[in-house]
Every structure is written in structure tokens, then in C-alpha cells.
């Protein structure tokens, strides 16, 4: 998209009528298309404009959930390339995404689109008769696009539990607001793209978070990073 094409989305996207607009128009283009994916794209630069606050009221909350839901069908018929572009697009983005644990009650739709990607992205790679048909180009780029998103991710991550720490390690519910605050689910749905150092981190980072849990739960650990 041209930065006036992108102007034009984002003046759509940031009305409830954009949001229907732009949900049947992913619930009717062609899955596997240049169009879904460049639609696609769209909404993965711009999460935080669309998803990053909470609608006022049921109806638009629901017409969220319907455009979320829009976005992660086409996701699931994506090859790995179009993936590849949709993790790009989160990166290259201006604003950080809303990276909420799923169930959040300040609402879910970026994460559970994302977890789309990832999902769908660990089922191309493992299934033998899909994968030997990628190039080493098309693996290449989507660990690049990855690796770009998981510093992202874990950056946020860190940043988000030492704000926490800091703020509630007296307080008997620190765990329980660590877990409530960490996208857990994305770090899992990572987990099957990571490289050895990248666990590490992950190990490195689960460490920092046990004695906060075990200070405020009887063995019930830090959630996020299990």
C-alpha cells in the first residue's frame, strides 16, 4: 500500500463501520489471494490503531471479535511467505501491538490473530510433505520475519514484568498479576520457531519470574513461562 492507500485504511478502520466493512470483505475475498494478503497486512501494521482499546460498547466489542475472526480464516490458508509478510507488517509498524494474554478484558483480537499466524505457520513446517515443498529462500525469510517479531515480543515481555515487579512485588497478588499480564500464548505458539539461543532467553527470562510466583502462590509457579 502507498502511504496514501494506508491513510485511506486507517481513516476506515477507526470507525465501527470500517470494522464491518473490512469483515465482510475478508469474510468474501478469495482465501490465498494477493488481495486477502495484502488485507491482511494491512491489519497487522496497524494493530494497535484497531485492536488497542476496548469498544464502549457490546455491539462494537462484538463486531471485533467478528473482524478477528475474519483475519484468522484467511491466516489458516495462507502459504508460509504471505506469513512471512503478516510478521514483517507487525515489526515494521510504528506503534506496538497490544500483546495481551488471551482472555484479556481489555481485549484479545491482536493476540489471537497473531497465535493465527504462528499456529499456522508451525503446521507448514512440520507436516513433511508440505515443508520439503518451501525453498530455503521461503524458510529463510519466515525465520527472519520471526526472529524480527520474537525480539519484539520478548522485549515487551521483560518490559512488561519488571513494570510489574515494581509495582506489585509487595503486594500478595504479584504472580497472579504477572500471569494476568504475560501473552503467554504467544510465547508458547513461538516455542516451535525458536533457536537454541532464543530458548535460552526464554529459560533466562522464566527464571527471573519464579520468585515472584513462589513468594505469592504455594507452588503454583509463573504461569507465562511453562
Known sequence: LSPYDDLVFLRIVTLPKGWKLLSRYLELVTSGSELARIACMAVFRHLRSI??????DISAAETMTRLARAVSTRIV????????????AIVCSSLQPPLRPLGSPAGDWASVIIKSVLDRATVLLTDQHV?????????????????????LLTQYCMSKFDSVVHTAQLQ??????????MP????RASLPHTNEDQRKQLLIFAQRTVPVGTHSSHGSGSGPMT
Open 51 to 56: 485492536f488497542g482499546n476496548m469498544p464502549s
Open 77 to 88: 490458508r495462507m502459504e508460509l511467505s504471505d506469513l512471512s509478510a503478516c510478521l514483517a
Open 131 to 151: 515443508a520439503s515443498n518451501y525453498s530455503m529462500q521461503n524458510r529463510a525469510l519466515w525465520q527472519a520475519s520471526f526472529d524480527a517479531f520474537f525480539g
Open 172 to 181: 500478595p497478588a504479584a504472580a497472579a498479576v504477572i500471569t494476568r499480564e
Open 184 to 187: 503467554v500464548e504467544l510465547l
